[in-house]
């Protein structure tokens, strides 16, 4: 979950999770972890990118199709994560569903 | 530019920007800031969440059309920043235009 994912030619779709933690850890960073590296093993993945700074974080994924991303939501270890997130971890959050229709990267000459 | 943002029904759009940087400041800050304070003030603005933690950082900003999105890239003091951008601030970043098609919000029960 580090650095900028090189997806490939657009279409494909983007989940856009913003989220406000509560304090304390109650067992979140395992869990992320896990999430990450099972989410990563779904069909039709592409990459992730997630950033936290203290209270609020941003993660993008980013999806072949909306079929995948609906498997990931409904898999068993991930809805879960989703209960404990909404009793535990987040005070409140966003979930977008976006396609993502054009794309553009940019590397420093070293 | 902090906290979650309650954007309208979708759809609409999103343009997500991850970056890293490179060392030191260079005018970042304060130019970040400005561009936050002027895209605020452009037709067609939803609003914006971004985090940055250390190296990387993503930002994304949500608008009511592809019009206003080409607006904002082509405002004058927007295209110095990004001359800077690719100049001094970044080493590597992708930019990724959407359409947001489903949202939802979560908030914990007080």
Known sequence: MSGIVRTPEPPYYA???SSQRTE???GYQVMASKMVELASKQKGFLG???VR???????VSYW???ES?????EHVAHQVA??????????????R??????QRFFEMVK
């Open 15 to 17: 989940v856009i999770f």
């Open 24 to 26: 304390g850890d109650h």
């Open 48 to 50: 992730v990118e997630g």
């Open 53 to 59: 700074d203290g209270e609020l974080g941003i993660t």
């Open 64 to 66: 072949d199709s909306l």
């Open 69 to 73: 991303i609906k498997e990931w939501k």
């Open 82 to 95: 989703q209960d404990k997130g909404k009793a535990e971890w987040y005070s409140a959050f966003s979930l």
């Open 97 to 102: 569903v976006c396609k993502v229709e054009r």
